[in-house]
Every structure is written in structure tokens, then in C-alpha cells.
């Protein structure tokens, strides 16, 4: 027996053998190859660009150390969450954002190494770097350790200090070394007032020295009403109380409230009061109980309510004389009044006495009445004159109705007239038979009852016809239809049946009568007289159509 040696035999690695066999290989020899520990397998990390192909039993020792498996970074620990292939791990470590490097500060002392990417802020907070004076913005140029800053900060010069006045209000921020100069211009240090030597002990800021000068109640001014003739001068706190007493001072008139609006010196105010224009004087008219000023006594003598008038209708008759302030109320009553007819508004022209007002109203052509059509509705009023005209074309005037004619007898208001003639029961309709003709409503039942084109069957609907035709062409149907009956041929020969005229020629063959017509005929040697009926025949059946047309016209 012949065996064959596994393909991956490679040198003597793989011992199976399987027994040799003609054509392919065997179910047992295709299971060997695909399981050997022998056959050669691609890489795990054939992906990443292993080419190797190791044998199966030794893939996982070759992944372990493949060139291109994946691997952390070196500086993993440091925060590098890189994973890179095993032959670029080196180079990927030399520029590693978190490979470690020495502090910038590391001759100042500074041991740490910090990573790449926290090099800058590593030196940012580096205890060993130089540091400038707190200071250094308001000019100080010196460069100290960490440690030294805050000692340097409390003596140097630099630093900010508040003006000895920031009590009185200074809120400047000055240099230590600046102090004593600033002391000497500040604004806010305090100076003697002008006015020391008349009695003010007040010390004011340098800045307020000029506004305290103007302010100050020791300061000389002359009387306030010195334009008025005063020619004192005081202190200002002893102004006040002078120029309340001032004889100098303006007062106003007593009657100020009349309309007076001048102001005159105390010592000179009676004087003016006798001879002001807004002084009260007693009116001239009787029963007046005004008091106007003496500028306007005439004017108001012209005006007063209490002076006597003439009636303005003292043209007209009357005599009267009457107070200004009851003219009016006089004029409204006065019989001699000429007024407006009060249905002036509706074009009345007359103006009349008021005394004859009340007939004149009476019998006025323009005085307001209801239309002659307000029981049936219209709520319109008119003018007397235009009554008639109005109750012409009043809408709801009574007016006959449209189908009169047709038998309509009602009157209805001309505003429902059109509502009228479509409910009117003697409105006329269309023939629903099509006859042409238009019957009122109310004799519609009547005319389709005669009409001749109302539908009826024909009088052979027993017989089987089921034809529905107008009346009028029922006669020329039942002459010609199929299902007529008429009497048989041979009736004079004494046949009594009646029937269909579509079973007449099957009757005739079968007819008992037909034999003896048949043979007379062949006696009389005339075949076709005997099938062909005669011309009187033809007649009878005719005149029988048109009696029964005639019988269901009727019916």
C-alpha cells in the first residue's frame, strides 16, 4: 500500500501520512490539511503590513514578537494614550508630547522634569523662576526669587500707599517715595477760609477754597433790594432777617387777587392802594351786587346784568322792558317772538309767532305722519304733503299678485311679491309629461290626470308587454304590438279563440278549423286562399286595435 506525506512536511516537521489515492484527496487528507499545526498562517497583524506567514503552531509566539503589534506608548504612566506599531515605538517616544524634559530653571536649582506638553506651565509656576516686583507696573525694575518677593513688596518703593487726606475724601493711590510730595499739592489738605478775620474758623479742602468763598455766611454782601434803593451791607447769615424787615422790599398789592400784579416798596404800599386801577368801586346799576375794579366800571355799567333793555321784539308789538340777565328768559316767552315751525328740520320754511305756533303745527304741510301702509308694516313717516306720493312706491303697498290671471286672487305687499310668486299656489310649473303646456300649481293634479302625454301602459300589459309610452302614441303602439289580441283567422269558420298576435302563426297551424279550410281549398284547388287572410280581415283587426287604444284612453 502507497502513502502519501502531508504537503506540509517542510523538512520532517509533520509526520502524518495518509494512504495514497488516485485522483483528489481524501475527506481524511482535506480534514489533516486544514487542521495542521504545520500548515503556514498569515499574521494577526497582517493588517498593519506583516507579510510573515508562520506555521499555525507557532502564530501566537510570532505575534508576541511581531514588528508591527500594537504597543503603548513608554510614557503611558505620564498620561500618552497612544498605541502605536512595535517598530515605531522608539521614534513615536522621541518627540512624545509627554516624554520628559529637563525645567528651563534647572541651573537655578530646579529638578523636576516635567513632560513636553506641560513644559510652559511647568515654567509658569516654577519656584526657581525669576520673578518681578509686585510692583513692577508702577516702575520698580527688580528681578528676586519667589521667596523674596513678598519681603521686597512691604519696603519698596513702588508700592501703592493712600494720601494722608483720604478721610477728607482724596482716593489717590501714590508711591511710598511720591508721599510727602503729594502731601504738600493734594487737593484735599485743609487751608484757612478768606473771611478768618470777621469770624469763620472754618478750614475747607484746597479744592472747595474758592466755592467755600462764595458760600461762606461770614462773607460781605450788600441788602438783596440794594437795586431798589437799600444801601446797607452785613453779613450773609444777617441778610435773611434784614430783608424780611426791609423797607425797601417788595410787597404786592392788596388787590392782587383782582388782577393787580405790581410789586412796590413796603413804605410806599398805602399810597398805591388809593389810587390802583384794581381797587373795588360799587356798580352804577340798581340791585347790582358786583363790586368791579375802577378800571372796568364803564365797561361793566355796559354789561351788567342788572341794566334795563328794550324787548328786541318791540318791532313786533311789545313793550316791555327788562334786566339784561332775564332778556333771555323773557324772549322764550314772549308772544311776539318770531320762531321756526318745529318741523323746520323737514323743510317747513314759516316762521311764526309763537303765539299762533300751535295752530300753524296743526294744519303744517310738513308735519310728520304715518304711510297709509303702517297696519301692514311700514314704519316710515313722511311729511303731510308727501303722503299720497309715498304710499305710490311704499314697499309694503298691497299690490295684486303676478299669476292673477292663472286664478290668484291675493294681495300682497310689494316688498314680498317675489317671495309671494314662488310660493303662490297658482304659479305656473312645467308638464312633467313634457307636454309643452303650463298649468297653475293648484290645477297641476287636474292636468296630469288629462294630459295626453302622461305615461300608460298598454292595454296587452296582461299578455306580457311591458312598454309605458305618452297616451297619444298608446293607439299607433297597440295597433302594431306583438302582444294584441285579435280573434284567429278561421272564426268564421268557427273557431272562438282570442289570441297574441306573436302566436298567431303557431294557433294557425294547430287550429282544428284549419284542416277544413284546407281541404275546401284543395277542392277549389286554391292553396293560398286558404293561408293569406282577406282584405276585410285585415280591416276587423284594425278597427279592434283602435277600440281597445280608445277603451285605456278612457280608463
Known amino acids: 500500500m502507497q502513502f502519501r506525506t502531508c504537503p506540509?512536511?517542510?523538512?520532517?516537521?509533520?509526520?502524518?501520512?495518509?494512504?495514497?489515492?488516485?485522483?483528489?484527496?481524501?475527506?481524511?487528507?482535506?480534514?489533516?490539511?486544514?487542521?495542521?499545526?504545520?500548515?503556514?498562517?498569515?499574521?494577526?497583524?497582517?493588517?498593519?503590513?506583516?507579510?510573515?506567514?508562520?506555521?499555525?503552531?507557532?502564530?501566537?509566539?510570532?505575534?508576541?514578537?511581531?514588528?508591527?503589534?500594537?504597543?503603548?506608548?513608554?510614557?503611558?504612566?505620564?498620561?500618552?494614550?497612544?498605541?502605536?506599531?512595535?517598530?515605531?515605538?522608539?521614534?513615536?517616544?522621541?518627540?512624545?508630547?509627554?516624554?520628559?524634559?529637563?525645567?528651563?530653571?534647572?541651573?537655578?536649582?530646579?529638578?523636576?522634569?516635567?513632560?513636553?506638553?506641560?513644559?510652559?506651565t511647568h515654567a509658569a509656576t516654577c519656584e526657581f523662576r525669576p520673578l518681578p516686583c509686585p510692583h513692577a507696573k508702577r516702575g520698580c525694575l527688580e528681578l528676586m526669587f519667589e521667596q523674596e518677593v513678598e519681603r521686597h513688596g512691604e519696603i519698596c518703593d513702588f508700592r501703592p500707599v493712600s494720601c494722608p487726606y483720604e478721610a477728607d475724601g482724596c482716593e489717590a493711590i501714590i508711591n511710598a517715595?511720591?508721599?510727602?510730595?503729594?502731601?504738600?499739592?493734594?487737593?484735599?489738605?485743609p487751608v484757612p477760609c478768606p473771611f478768618q478775620v470777621l469770624g469763620c474758623k472754618m478750614e475747607p479742602c484746597c479744592k472747595d477754597k474758592t466755592s467755600h468763598k462764595k458760600s461762606c455766611k461770614y462773607r460781605p454782601v450788600f441788602c438783596k433790594y440794594q437795586q431798589r434803593g437799600c444801601t446797607q451791607q452785613l453779613p450773609f447769615f444777617n441778610s435773611f432777617r434784614h430783608a424780611s424787615g426791609c423797607a425797601y422790599r417788595p410787597v404786592p398789592c392788596d388787590f392782587e387777587e383782582r388782577g393787580c400784579e405790581k410789586r412796590i416798596n413796603a413804605r410806599e404800599l398805602q399810597q398805591h392802594c388809593e389810587s390802583c386801577n384794581y381797587r373795588p368801586v360799587d356798580c352804577k346799576n340798581k340791585g347790582c351786587p358786583c363790586q368791579p375794579n375802577a378800571m372796568d366800571a364803564a365797561a361793566h355799567a355796559e354789561e351788567c346784568g342788572f341794566r334795563l333793555l328794550p324787548c328786541p321784539y318791540a318791532i313786533h308789538g311789545c313793550e316791555e322792558r327788562t334786566q339784561a340777565q332775564k332778556l333771555s328768559s323773557h324772549m322764550e316767552g314772549c308772544d311776539f317772538q318770531p320762531v321756526a315751525c318745529e318741523y323746520q328740520s323737514r323743510g317747513c320754511p314759516e316762521r311764526i309767532f309763537s303765539l299762533h305756533l300751535r295752530s300753524h303745527m296743526e294744519k303744517c304741510a310738513f308735519r310728520p305722519v304715518h304711510c297709509l301702509n303702517a297696519k301692514r308694516g311700514c314704519q316710515e313717516e313722511t311729511n303731510a304733503r308727501d303722503r299720497l306720493r309715498h304710499s305710490l312706491r311704499c314697499v309694503y303697498?298691497?299690490?295684486?299678485?303676478?299669476?292673477?290671471?292663472?286664478?290668484?286672487?291675493?294681495?300682497?305687499?310689494?316688498?314680498?311679491?317675489?317671495?309671494?310668486?314662488?310660493?303662490?299656489?297658482?304659479?305656473?310649473i312645467e308638464c312633467p309629461f313634457g307636454c309643452g303646456e303650463k298649468p297653475s300649481l293648484a290645477e297641476s293634479k287636474k292636468h296630469e290626470a288629462e294630459c295626453k302625454w302622461r305615461p300608460a301602459f298598454c292595454r296587452y300589459k296582461a299578455h306580457g308587454c311591458t312598454q309605458q309610452l305618452p297616451l297619444v302614441?298608446?293607439?299607433?303602439?297597440?295597433?302594431?304590438?306583438?302582444?294584441?289580441?285579435?280573434?284567429?283567422?278561421?272564426?268564421?269558420?268557427?273557431?272562438?279563440?282570442?289570441?297574441?298576435?306573436?302566436?298567431?302563426?303557431?294557433?294557425?297551424?294547430?287550429?282544428?278549423?284549419?284542416?277544413?279550410?284546407?281541404?275546401?281549398?284543395?277542392?277549389?284547388?286554391?292553396?293560398?286562399?286558404?293561408?293569406?287572410?282577406?282584405?276585410?280581415?285585415?280591416?276587423?283587426?284594425?278597427?279592434?286595435?283602435?277600440?281597445?287604444?280608445?277603451?285605456?284612453?278612457?280608463?
Open 397 to 428: 303697498r298691497p299690490v295684486a299678485c303676478v299669476h292673477q290671471e292663472l286664478g290668484c286672487t291675493e294681495l300682497v305687499t310689494y316688498k314680498n311679491l317675489a317671495q309671494h310668486s314662488l310660493i303662490c299656489r297658482y304659479r305656473p
Open 473 to 555: 302614441s298608446l293607439t299607433t303602439h297597440m295597433v302594431n304590438c306583438e302582444f294584441r289580441v285579435a280573434p284567429c283567422r278561421y272564426q268564421n269558420r268557427g273557431c272562438r279563440a282570442q289570441i297574441c298576435w306573436k302566436d298567431r302563426k303557431h294557433h294557425l297551424e294547430t287550429c282544428r278549423f284549419r284542416d277544413e279550410v284546407v281541404a275546401a281549398a284543395e277542392r277549389g284547388g286554391s292553396k293560398e286562399a286558404s293561408q293569406k287572410p282577406s282584405g276585410a280581415q285585415r280591416q276587423r283587426d284594425l278597427a279592434q286595435g283602435s277600440e281597445m287604444a280608445s277603451a285605456v284612453a278612457v280608463q
Open 177 to 189: 517715595a511720591d508721599r510727602d510730595i503729594h502731601r504738600d499739592s493734594c487737593d484735599f489738605r
Open 8 to 120: 506540509n512536511l517542510g523538512g520532517g516537521s509533520c509526520p502524518k501520512k495518509s494512504h495514497r489515492s488516485k485522483g483528489s484527496r481524501s475527506k481524511e487528507e482535506q480534514q489533516h490539511l486544514e487542521t495542521c499545526d504545520f500548515r503556514p498562517v498569515s499574521c494577526r497583524y497582517e493588517g498593519e503590513g506583516c507579510s510573515v506567514m508562520p506555521r499555525a503552531n507557532q502564530e501566537a509566539e510570532h505575534a508576541g514578537e511581531c514588528h508591527y503589534r500594537p504597543m503603548p506608548c513608554l510614557y503611558k504612566d505620564r498620561g500618552c494614550e497612544e498605541i502605536v506599531l512595535a517598530y515605531r515605538r522608539m521614534s513615536h517616544s522621541d518627540k512624545c508630547d509627554f516624554r520628559p524634559v529637563s525645567c528651563r530653571y534647572a541651573e537655578r536649582g530646579c529638578k523636576l522634569q516635567p513632560s513636553k506638553n506641560q513644559e510652559k
